[in-house]
């Protein structure tokens, strides 16, 4: 699992993040300090102070990715640094020799890429969201420094010039972050403090470190924002690919869980069962490529791998259950009314963690459209989503795969699924 002292803010990694990291990847830049490449150009390169060799960074760079992408922890990192130097015989490194030493030079290499790539990814996000406002927040470390706390729940457009110098992070260990929002009532739901000003001369530069006070040497500049159009332009590729290509894009970039994505979902599920439905849908995550191989080889052939839930679907689930405050657009003879077993709204509201770690995934091709039935452990039952495939989204004007609905189920019914036909392709039941 990951660090705890970076669990808080980091999570589960997503797409954008590991995105930007092998961005940086695909370039190992040998240097013999930190200062050799300075604010921006780390956006386009992968170091780490004092390898010179391309291999030894090709190896480092391994590790790094390794604990991004699957978020795991940091003594893990630490035992693939030790495998990695000893393998490369890399001797002269900044503290090498003794075992406080190692802890240091391994905690920073680790927290320095985990914040970087995740403020990067963030930024990314961010600039595709559209967000009206973002804010700045504070990460809740143990020793703050004192303008951190004083920048958090500041509220600005993005286009502030703020952000040029202070997005996060803001110095070695720093941990705050950035959160969107659409409108101030958002902001504040989300932390933010749209009252909140900046005091004079919160750009003058300090003589010491050539940076605004609070912010450490090097940091002055915001992380990943030179690499955001390259970071999106690669997202972008995913529903418009091959669903296999895709699912191996985003299979390479796991987990769209929290972040940015998880929260803009939270608020969608909340606006879909307050309104009208309009026929609005939010990105969730992507088909796992085991899913697609074993579909393919059941004659199904799924058109992208991007799964989407849309605001009747958002309705369609709630129905019933007292959430939904608006009609649909698709009304229900009157009398009927469903019976439903629903699921946690806020289990729900956290779909882009479950998509990524469901317990089984069945393919029933039984009757009608073909889809997706995907099983979850949740406490004192079972939850089943419903996973079409190849509806026909309009807004999106292509085929993707929406999560049509969800429901609380008991063994004896997804053994009943089984025993009508539907085939178990991942995972146990």
């Known amino acids: 699992m990951a660090d705890p002292a970076l669990s808080g803010l980091f999570g589960q990694p997503f797409d954008e993040q590991v995105t930007e990291l092998d961005h940086r990847l695909r370039r190992l830049a040998p240097t013999s300090s930190w200062r050799d490449l300075w604010q921006h150009q780390h956006d386009a390169a992968f170091v780490v102070a004092g390898a010179t060799k391309a291999d030894l960074l090709a190896d480092l760079g391994g590790a790094v990715r390794k604990a991004v992408a699957r978020g795991t922890s940091l003594e893990e990192f630490r035992k693939d640094f030790r495998e990695?130097?000893?393998?490369?015989?890399?001797?002269?490194?900044?503290?090498?020799?003794?075992?406080?030493?190692?802890?240091?030079?391994?905690?920073?290499?680790?927290?320095?890429?985990?914040?970087?790539?995740?403020?990067?990814?963030?930024?990314?996000?961010?600039?595709?969201?559209?967000?009206?406002?973002?804010?700045?927040?504070?990460g809740g470390s143990r020793d703050p420094r004192p303008q951190h706390l004083a920048w958090d729940g500041l509220t600005l457009q993005p286009d502030h010039p703020f952000w040029q110098t202070h997005a996060p992070p803001n110095g070695w260990g720093c941990s705050c972050y950035i959160v969107g929002a659409r409108s101030e009532a958002a902001a504040r739901r989300r932390g933010g403090d749209p009252a909140k000003t900046l005091p004079d001369g919160w750009r003058v530069?300090?003589?010491g470190t050539g940076a605004p006070a609070g912010i450490d040497k090097g940091w002055a500049y915001a992380p990943g924002a030179s690499a955001s159009d390259a970071i999106r332009a690669s997202m972008a590729k995913i529903p418009n690919l091959p669903a296999e290509l895709g699912a191996a894009m985003a299979a390479g970039m796991p987990g769209r869980a929290r972040g940015t994505i998880a929260a803009d979902f939270a608020d969608f599920v909340d606006r879909s069962l307050a309104g009208h439905v309009q026929g609005n849908y939010q990105v969730v995550g992507a088909l796992m490529p085991a899913w697609i191989k074993?579909?393919?080889?059941?004659?199904?052939?799924?058109?992208?791998?991007?799964?989407?839930?849309?605001?009747?679907?958002?309705?369609?689930?709630?129905?019933?259950?007292?959430?939904?405050?608006?009609?649909?657009t698709r009304r229900r003879p009157a009398g009927q009314q469903p019976k439903v077993d629903p699921?946690?709204?806020?289990?729900?509201?956290?779909?882009?963690?479950?998509?990524?770690?469901?317990?089984?995934?069945?393919?029933?091709?039984?009757?009608?459209?073909?889809?997706?039935?995907?099983?979850?452990?949740?406490?004192?039952?079972?939850?089943?989503?419903m996973v079409e495939i190849n509806t026909w989204v309009k807004k999106a004007k292509g085929r993707l795969n929406t999560v049509q609905t969800g429901r609380l189920v008991d063994q004896r019914s997804i053994h009943a699924d089984i025993n009508r036909g539907v085939t178990v392709i991942d995972g146990e039941v």
């Open 84 to 138: 990695t130097v000893a393998r490369h015989g890399w001797t002269g490194w900044t503290g090498e020799g003794s075992k406080a030493g190692e802890a240091w030079r391994t905690r920073v290499i680790y927290k320095t890429n985990m914040a970087t790539s995740y403020a990067a990814g963030r930024w990314a996000q961010l600039v595709e969201g559209d967000f009206s406002l973002w804010i700045y927040r504070h």
């Open 205 to 207: 530069i300090d003589g």
């Open 294 to 328: 074993a579909a393919q080889a059941r004659g199904v052939i799924p058109a992208s791998a991007e799964i989407v839930v849309t605001d009747l679907n958002v309705q369609h689930t709630f129905r019933g259950t007292g959430l939904v405050t608006a009609p649909s």
């Open 343 to 385: 699921l946690d709204i806020d289990w729900y509201k956290d779909l882009p963690a479950h998509l990524t770690r469901p317990r089984a995934v069945l393919l029933d091709t039984t009757s009608g459209e073909p889809v997706f039935l995907l099983i979850y452990d949740v406490p004192g039952s079972h939850a089943k989503l």
